[in-house]
Structure formats: C-alpha cells, structure tokens
C-alpha cells in the first residue's frame, strides 16, 4: 500500500522555486532541496522524478506568480504605455523586502551553459517567447509604430526588460526606475 503524502505539493515547489530564485539551478543540490522542501530525498524522486522535475514545477509556480503582472498587461489597451507599467510592475514583483531577486527565468538562463538540459532550456525559453509575444500585440495597439519596427522595437524591450532584472540585483529603486524612465523615453 502506498504511503500517503505528508506535505502539498505546491507548498514545497514554492519553497523549492524560492531556493532556485535565490540560488539558481546549478548551484542547487538535491540535498539542498531536501533541507529547503523539508521532504526527503525519496519523496523528492516519487514526487518529481529527480531535481530537473522540481525545477520545472518551480517554472509553473514562477508563471503562476509572474501572471499577476502579465494579466494587468494582457488587459490593457495602452499599447506602449502598459509595457512600461509592466517593467514596474516586475520591479515590484521581484523585490523580496529591500532586495530585488531579479527574474528567476533570466537568472537561470544567465548561469545554465549553452549545452545545458536541453528540456530546461526549452521551457525558459517558451516563457521568455510569451512575454516577447506580449510585447508585440501591445505594440500592434500603437498606431504611431511602423509594422516592420514592431518585431525591433520589441527585440529591443526584451534585451531591456533582461538587463532590467540583472541590473535590479545591483542597483537601487530610483537607478532601476532611471532605467525603465530611459527606456521608454523617445520610444
């Protein structure tokens, strides 16, 4: 008879995501995770199958988290506007106290090498497309922007909207919003 689960599962793949935000994923063991999760290793690998598990449910908690800010944008008919309302939002979203975490999909795609798990590398990059999408149809609302800049213009976004969420584990709200205020400017 199996034994029955002592722990909810989105409990500890929110503990699980908070140790992967903080760390990244190299740099997390299992053993960690046990300690972290406060789950055995084995409940781990019957849960999860093994760390690259956990870390993908920890993607689907981050994506739940993230969709607080994405719907605002999703919702908004402001075009360019609701971007920039979006990079402070995220602002927000990723400070943990005094602290700025940054973005737990750039973190992991900044420390993971090219050949990494080509499953992890798929997902971080699916998440990064739907932001990227986003971006574009907020665009598309703005009829000052020339079709053909649509797809730079939104290149350009997310290059910002990356150095954003690694500048924000280095500076201070006002620089990060001197940043964002920059980035839209003449935009």
């Not at 956990?54 to 994506?63: M, R």
């Not at 998440?127 to 800049?149: A, C, G, H």
């Not at 150095?163 to 940043?179: P, Y």
């Amino acid at each position: 008879m199996a034994r029955k689960k002592q722990y909810i599962e989105q409990e500890v793949i929110e503990k699980a995501m908070a140790l992967f935000w903080r760390n990244g994923y190299e740099n997390t063991s299992v053993r960690m995770l046990e300690k972290e999760m406060g789950i055995n290793q084995f409940s781990i690998y019957a849960s999860f199958g093994n760390k690259q598990g956990v870390f993908l449910e920890s993607i689907k908690c981050y994506k739940k988290k993230i969709r607080k800010i994405t719907e605002i944008l999703e919702n908004s008919n402001k075009g360019v506007k609701a971007i920039q309302e979006y990079f402070y939002n995220f602002l927000e979203f990723s400070k943990d106290a005094a602290l700025y975490k940054g973005c737990l999909v750039t973190n992991t795609i900044n420390e993971l090498k090219e050949n990494s798990d080509p499953i992890i590398m798929h997902e971080l990059k699916k998440f990064s497309n739907d932001i990227k999408q986003l971006f574009v149809r907020k665009l598309k609302q703005d009829d000052s922007i020339d079709k053909e800049m649509i797809n730079k213009k939104t290149d350009f976004l997310m290059n910002c909207l990356l150095g954003l969420s690694i500048s924000s584990k280095v500076f201070n709200t006002k620089e990060l919003k001197n940043i964002v205020e920059m980035t839209f400017l003449n935009f």
